[in-house]
């Protein structure tokens, strides 16, 4: 089982920056797929980014925007989202998976956390 708990969402302006955090108990994130999707109001859930192992994945509407990244000594995965758009408007979750990375991604899942992004 894996506990997975978001934290650092929160108001920006278009343009700014939000690093959001997950962290993980009951497995090292090292050991699994660790990935971020996200969900705007109306619409369906959608893939962000993901890691496993040495290997990143990223939706094409954050490439270059968004970096997924791990600690692996806190057990803590990290989204940094720069040059914010309002459509990244939406609530992130963190997600877990054994053994499926990217869109597939479904084992465990986050809270969530709400990122605004004004115009």
């Known amino acids: 089982q894996v506990q997975l708990v978001e934290s650092g969402g929160g108001l920006v302006q278009a343009g700014g920056s939000l690093r959001l955090s997950c962290a993980a108990s009951?497995?090292?994130?090292?050991?699994?797929?660790m990935g971020w999707f996200r969900q705007a109001p109306g619409k369906e859930r959608e893939f962000v980014a993901a890691?496993?192992?040495?290997?990143?994945f990223y939706a094409d509407s954050v490439k270059g925007r968004f970096t997924i990244s791990r600690d692996n000594a806190k057990n803590t995965v990290y989204l940094q989202m720069n040059s914010l758009k309002p459509e990244d408007t939406a609530v992130y979750y963190c997600?877990?998976?054994?053994?499926?990375?990217?869109?597939?991604?479904?084992?465990?899942w986050g809270q969530g956390t709400q990122v605004t992004v004004s115009s």
């Open positions: 890691i496993r192992w040495s290997s990143t």
């Open positions: 009951g497995r090292t994130v090292s050991s699994v797929s």
């Open positions: 997600a877990a998976d054994g053994l499926r990375v990217g869109p597939q991604m479904r084992d465990y």
